[in-house]
Structure formats: structure tokens, C-alpha cells
């Protein structure tokens, strides 16, 4: 036996089939063997967010989730938002206001942003701050980010994800890993 593991989910609406060893982390499984490397890789302690994804329609850092634990699940990418050559209104605000510098932070912070309009799709900017405390820039004043987030809720969908799917075993994951949202 090889001490791997059969894992399936969907991820950005397609199916995947792996196995994988069983300490795999689910950011590994997206950058390494998916070939996704939207997800970034900050700090493997979910101290910086960098990491985050949706899994089934709840964003969880991804660098605190075995890829094991995603078996069953629909996970969503920064890469997952965009429709063909359209940006999801998230990544245009991001784009328009200029909510990024060196852009290591971006993806992160970009799918905890839609999250927090899908809970909250009229925040204020003390709501928008303390929804993305979880996720660190270290070039900006947040400032920029900030507004992008405001700007985006202005737009009917900003809060929706392309792939929401959750199934009953991966909803149970994503509420474990995720607590009361990212930031927790």
C-alpha cells in the first residue's frame, strides 16, 4: 500500500479525481497538483489569509484544511470567480480602485471580500475592515482595498460565487474549518 488516499472534489465547477498523501494540505492539492496558483501560500498558520478559497460557499483558509477533508466538496478559487473573460465584480472593483500593490494579498483577500457581501451585501466601512481582519497586506493602508470592497457591493452579484454547490458532507467541513468566518 502507498499511503495515499482517493480524494474527489469539484473544483471551479470541474471534477477531480486524486490520491493524495493524507497530511496534504488543500492549498498544496490546488497549487501543486491542480496547477492553481491563484491561492497563495503566505504563512501556513492562517495568520496572513493568503490562502483563502471557498469551500462549498464558505471562505476557509486553505493552508488549515487537508486536502482529505475536502473529499466531497466544491471548492472555489480566486481563478473560479471570473466568467470566460469577465471579471467577477469583486475582481473589477479590485481592479478599478486599485485595491492591490504587489498583489500577493489580492486573491486572499478578494474571495474573504465576497464572503463578507454574501453575508453582509450593504456593509460599512467599520464592517468591510473588520471583515478582512483576517487577512494581512503588508504594502498598503487598506485604504484602496477598502474601497474596492465598498464599490463592489454596489453591484447585485458581488456577493455570489459561480460554483456555490455545497454538499451535506462538505458543508459540515466548511463550518468546522471556518468557525464564525475566516477571520476567526
Not at 499511503?3 to 494540505?25: A, F, K, M, Q
Not at 482595498?145 to 454538499?167: C, E, F, L, Y
Amino acid at each position: 500500500m502507498n499511503g495515499r488516499v482517493p480524494v474527489r472534489l469539484s473544483v471551479n465547477g470541474r471534477v477531480h479525481e486524486l490520491e493524495v498523501e493524507p497530511r496534504l494540505l488543500l492549498v498544496h492539492l490546488l497549487r501543486d497538483e491542480l496547477g492553481l496558483t491563484g491561492t497563495h501560500v503566505g504563512c501556513d498558520t492562517t495568520s496572513c489569509g493568503a490562502c483563502t478559497v471557498h469551500l462549498d460557499g464558505e471562505a476557509v483558509k486553505s493552508c488549515t484544511v487537508l486536502a482529505v477533508q475536502a473529499d466531497g466538496t466544491h471548492v472555489t478559487t480566486v481563478e473560479g470567480l471570473a466568467q470566460g473573460d469577465e471579471l467577477h465584480p469583486m475582481q473589477e472593483a479590485f481592479w478599478e480602485d486599485h485595491g492591490l500593490q504587489c498583489g500577493y494579498c489580492t486573491p486572499g483577500m478578494i474571495m474573504t471580500a465576497v464572503d463578507l457581501l454574501k453575508r453582509n451585501p450593504n456593509p460599512t466601512e467599520e464592517e468591510i475592515r473588520h471583515g478582512l481582519e483576517g487577512n494581512l497586506c503588508r504594502c498598503t493602508g487598506y485604504h484602496n482595498i477598502v474601497r474596492a470592497v465598498a464599490d463592489a457591493a454596489k453591484h447585485p452579484h458581488a456577493g455570489q460565487i459561480p460554483h456555490p454547490g455545497p454538499t451535506p458532507e462538505g458543508a459540515a467541513v466548511g463550518r468546522m474549518v471556518a468557525g464564525e468566518g475566516v477571520g476567526a
